[in-house]
């Protein structure tokens, strides 16, 4: 078979199903082997057959033993089973004759030594159950009663009455494949049922319970009345509504006749009886014990039950008949493949399987056996759906009137278009074909031809002819274009396989595979291209996947099979032109995959393979794709790190080359890299790791390394147990990787720092807070410089520094107070950093200054402490607490008798009657016990600090000669003379008179006093400059007055 790709043989099944229920369908197996495939193909199989059969008929022997029919299914047990066990044993089959067959003869071949062992498992297997049988004929009397037997038999399937035995009882209850429920048995075994068991026991009490229950249900319980079978349903109602009214009225069962398939609305109407069964649940007829009387009451029972059943037929007035003539030779398109035609029909006029359900039964008539022969494909649905009571070309239609009107209306339209059809595709073409080019153009299982038939839409029929016959005839039928276009496509196929022609070249057969490419693709994609076939020889040939099948193979005849390639030889098959072209680049291809199929071996320490291949292939990739070769690497000895593993680079002999120096550099480099440990106390690793891990970068760069080389000269990698690690063996253990020089001398330094560290103190000592920032410097600067200067650690209170110290060690408990600084490195360097932090300590000196004299020329933006920080070099500061609220000069120097005199004044009172205030500073500059302000002086130097309270002083003096206050009124729109554009006008008068103006914004506006208070102008000074510039002030605005 794997000789011819695309033959099917069909052998067929030598005994007949036993092992299925009686009230199944089967078809008959067919009794010939069936071959399909290419002609040559076919022949030789046919005579390969024959001979094995010859070689049989010499060689085997059989015997036949006589078996009850009952007993023929245990033989073949389920699906076959028992004779696949018997022949696979013994080497003998075992054939049993079909259920339509009457003879009870079983016949066992096989080897004349084996006969009598597989008829002892022939007997084995069919006494392996205990059988019993009840008649339905005779359970009511001696007498067969055919009618009332198959009542029964209807009772109970309708209500599973079998199923429920079958499992109250393990036995298996069959009845004949005769006996069925839409007609009734002419004869008596028709109605015999067969109980089957493992034991006599069970099957015996299984046969006496279903005697017993069809002993209760006498004749008398069952009666019938024929109905039409389209009104089966109505009678029924939906949902089973009017049989369920009819039992609780009547106690009586209605019974329709079921049929062997369901084909929806294509249920033929086999059988118009109903039937009515008594239930035996109505109290008043129990409790009559004469029979005759009982028997009386049933019947009338029935004869009401029938009265209104009737009524309702005669009530369904919208059920109609309708019978249309349509000769014969369209039933089939009518009915269509499987019912699919007539169903779609139905369904368009809105037919159901409900109450609308449409019943269509087609003629028989005119189907003689030479019509049914040419019809062996014709499915079960149509022959059903043929009535042998129709007269010949007639369809009768039953139903809903409005459906069946519907429903003959658009068969007659559907023959109409079929007649049409004809019409249109009654075009006739033919063409010869060679017989050597025929299996080509009807292609593998028919596809060619089938491809051809589907794009043309014709009908292509291939006349039987005479195997001399040098051509084949081939009728095209269909449209006129269609058949035109068929039959030039056939002769234009015709002229191409005229031209096949096939050549064979050498290649040598280590190329093949890279020729053929994965799954076939590459030979597959020179087929398509040039329109041939390219085979190799067996053990070369492409293997079909999903997503490439088997290319066709009816392309090389059988001669050609018959004569494999040899292991170097390419056979291209096809046109003349496409098969130079296929070779051509075969043989391109051929000398490319040989040009690059230059290969080295190379071996690496496979403790250097991770490195090699780098995170997720990354590092072996890029070799690849610079080299642009092929690396493969053996794996299979890489967890021993003392082996070495093989690496296989393929390509171009220069880029093999290139690629196997550039991983031998690799190599060397990593040779240099070595690996040691460490133990180091795990409370020093924050420290030796620093900020981002800055510490040991650095330390690695002091060393000569470079942390950012992964490997190579002058590498070096520090790796720190993880902080959280709870085993205490490896939680101290730092791994340092890389140069072995850069190694040695990072070991050293790590060494030499914890040394370093153990022997550290701490020492304390108090700089006042208000200091920290000064000594700490900007962004730490001044810090660091300490800390790098003198090889310690200084921690503030709250610094960054001294809360890591608190997570490296929790233990430890500090009271230190805000002034504490902690210094922690060697004795001798704690002692150089102390002296230097003290160094940085200023020296304070504290001045009281009055509050409004504070305001006025104090602050961190005020030219006074401007002056003595760049003159004298000395910070002032004052203190926080002393600060008073920060109310105006104005408000505070205001007596009360003055505000309350100016809070009488209203805001709409003309500008005249608004008196200016002078007030006299003097008593409250000079007064004591007046509120003041602490000055904080600070400065390395105490000559510095008196040179610089000697200057405030000073001109805390000159300051308060400026002792008078002027508050007037001026209106906020006339701000603008005063001030000049930029301030140049206020300015001017500040200069000319030395005093101090303070004009209020213009339209601010305070809750605690009038508009006219808060609109003032003060101007501070001496009483002369307040006075002139009064003066000046007035004349501005007298100016612009006029």
């Known amino acids: 078979m794997k000789e011819f790709p695309g033959l099917r043989v069909r052998v067929p099944i030598i005994y007949s199903d036993f092992s299925t229920n009686y009230d199944s369908q089967s078809t008959p197996e067919p009794s010939q082997i069936a071959i399909s495939g290419e002609r040559e193909a076919v022949a030789q199989i046919i005579a390969r057959i024959d001979e094995i059969a010859d070689d049989l008929r010499r060689n085997l022997r059989n015997i036949q033993i006589s078996l009850p029919k009952r007993q023929h299914r245990f033989v073949i047990g389920p699906k076959g089973s028992n004779v696949s ?93 005769t006996l069925n429920t839409y007609s009734k048995p002419l004869k008596s075994s028709d109605l015999v049922f067969e109980i089957v068991g493992k034991d006599d026991k069970t099957v015996k009490s299984a ?65 118009k009886e109903v039937v009515l069964v008594y239930t035996g649940e109505n109290p008043t007829i129990q409790a009559i014990t004469s029979p005759k009387n009982r028997d009386k009451a049933i019947a009338e029972i029935f004869e009401a039950c029938k009265a209104e059943i009737k009524k309702s037929i005669e009530e369904a007035s919208n059920f109609g008949s309708e019978t249309i003539k349509v000769p014969n030779k369209f039933h089939r398109s009518l009915i269509g493949q499987g019912g699919s035609s007539l169903k779609e029909i139905l369904s368009a006029c809105g037919a159901d399987d409900d109450e609308n359900r449409i019943y269509v039964d087609f003629s028989s008539q005119g189907h003689d056996d030479k019509t049914e022969k040419s019809k062996k494909g014709e499915s079960k649905d149509s022959k059903q759906n043929q009535s042998k009571n129709l007269p010949e070309d007639h369809i009768s239609i039953k139903g809903d009137k409005k459906i069946v009107s519907l429903v003959a209306k658009a068969i007659l339209q559907k023959v109409e278009e079929i007649k049409h059809h004809e019409v249109l595709y009654s075009f006739t073409q033919t063409c010869k074909v060679p017989t050597s080019f025929l299996s080509r153009v009807i292609g593998k299982g028919g596809a060619g031809i089938n491809r051809i038939s589907s794009v043309h839409d014709v009908k292509i029929d291939v006349a039987d002819n005479d195997k001399s016959s040098d051509s084949t005839i081939i009728n095209i039928k269909g449209t006129k274009a269609g058949s035109e276009n068929a039959k030039k496509e056939i002769d234009t196929l015709i002229d191409n396989l005229a031209d096949q022609t096939s050549k064979i070249i050498n290649i040598a057969s280590d190329l093949h595979r890279s020729l053929i490419g994965t799954g076939g693709r590459f030979v597959r994609r020179l087929e398509e291209r040039y329109g041939v076939s390219i085979r190799f020889p067996s053990n070369s040939e492409p293997k079909p996947d999903s997503e490439n099948p088997e290319p066709e193979a009816e392309d090389i005849d059988s001669k050609q099979r018959s004569n494999p390639l040899k292991p170097n030889e390419i056979m291209i098959r096809g ?4 098969v130079e072209n296929a070779i051509q680049e075969l043989m391109d291809l051929a000398t490319y995959e040989k040009d690059n199929s230059y290969s ?69 480099d990593l040779d240099l890299i070595v690996e040691k440990s460490v133990n180091v106390d795990q409370k020093h690793h924050r420290y030796l790791i620093g900020p981002g891990g800055s510490f040991y970068r650095q330390m690695i760069k002091d060393c000569g390394g470079d942390p950012e080389l992964n490997n190579g000269p002058n590498s070096c990698r520090i790796f720190f147990p993880r902080a959280e690690s709870s085993d205490n063996e490896t939680s101290n253990i730092v791994r340092i990787v890389g140069d072995v020089k850069i190694v040695d001398k990072v070991i050293e330094k790590l060494t030499e720092i914890v040394a370093d560290r153990e022997n550290v103190i701490t020492s304390e000592i108090e700089i006042p807070s208000n200091q920290h920032s000064f000594i700490i410097g900007r962004g730490g600067s001044k810090l660091r410089n300490l800390q790098d200067l003198h090889n310690v650690r200084i921690d503030f209170p709250d610094s960054p520094n001294q809360r890591n110290s608190r997570k490296n060690n929790s233990a430890q408990k500090t009271n230190s107070g805000p002034n504490t600084v902690t210094v922690s490195g060697k004795p001798e360097d704690v002692e150089a950093a102390t002296k230097a932090l003290l160094s940085m300590v200023l020296t304070e000196l504290h001045m009281q200054v009055p509050t409004s ?8 933006d005020s030219q006074l402490w401007y002056e003595v920080s760049s003159k004298f070099g000395v910070n002032v500061d004052s203190s926080k607490n002393d600060q008073p609220s920060s109310n105006s000069v104005a408000s505070n120097a205001s007596n009360p008798q003055t505000r309350n005199r100016i809070d009488q004044v209203t805001s709409n009172s003309p500008n005249r009657n608004i008196e200016d205030i002078v007030i006299d500073l003097s008593a409250e500059l000079e007064d004591p016990n007046g509120p003041t302000t602490t000055w904080i002086l600070k400065s390395s130097q105490q000559s510095k600090l008196e040179d610089a309270q000697k200057h405030i002083l000073s001109r805390l003096e000159d300051e308060k000669k400026n002792n008078y206050l002027l508050m007037f009124y001026v209106d906020p729109s006339k701000y603008r003379f005063i001030i000049g554009r930029n301030g140049s006008v206020v300015q001017s008068i500040r200069a000319d008179t030395g005093v101090q103006i303070d004009i209020p914004k213009s339209g601010t506006k305070s809750k605690s006093q009038s508009s006219a208070s808060n609109n003032m102008i003060s101007i501070t000074g001496t009483k002369d400059s307040v006075l002139a510039a009064r003066a000046k002030i007035d004349e501005i605005l007298e100016s612009q007055s006029n």
């Open 85 to 177: 066990e018997i022949l696979e044993s013994t080497g003998c089959s075992v054939e049993v004759p079909s259920i339509a067959d009457q003879s009870t003869n079983i016949t066992i071949r096989g080897p004349q030594t084996s006969l009598m062992d597989a008829m002892t498992k022939v007997m084995e297997k069919a006494n392996s159950v205990s059988i019993d049988t009840l008649d339905l004929s005779t359970v009511a009397s001696s007498e067969s009663n055919l009618t009332h037997g198959w009542r029964l038999f209807r009772y109970l399937q309708a209500h599973r009455t079998l199923r429920t035995l079958e499992q109250a009882h393990p036995v298996n209850i069959f009845f004949p494949r």
């Open 207 to 271: 046969r006496t319970e279903l005697n017993a229950l069809c002993k209760k249900l006498l004749p008398s319980f069952f009666q019938s009345m024929d109905i039409e079978p389209h009104l089966h349903g109505h009678i029924i109602g939906r949902n089973g509504s009017n049989a369920s009214k009819i039992k609780s009225q009547h106690n009586i069962i209605i019974l329709t006749p079921s049929e062997p398939e369901n084909m929806g609305n294509l249920k033929p109407a086999r059988s």
């Open 575 to 578: 046109g003349s032109k496409g």
């Open 600 to 668: 080295e071996t190379i071996k690496v320490p496979s403790k250097h393979l991770r490195y090699l291949v780098g995170r997720q292939g990354s590092r072996i990739t890029e070799i690849r794709n610079e080299s642009n070769t092929r690396i493969d690497i053996d794996r299979k000895d890489e967890e021993n790190p003392s082996e070495l593993v093989d690496i296989v680079i393929t390509g171009t002999s220069k880029n093999v080359k290139s690629a196997v120096k550039t991983i031998n550099d690799i190599i060397s």
């Open 853 to 860: 004299l504070h305001k006025k020329l104090g602050g961190r």
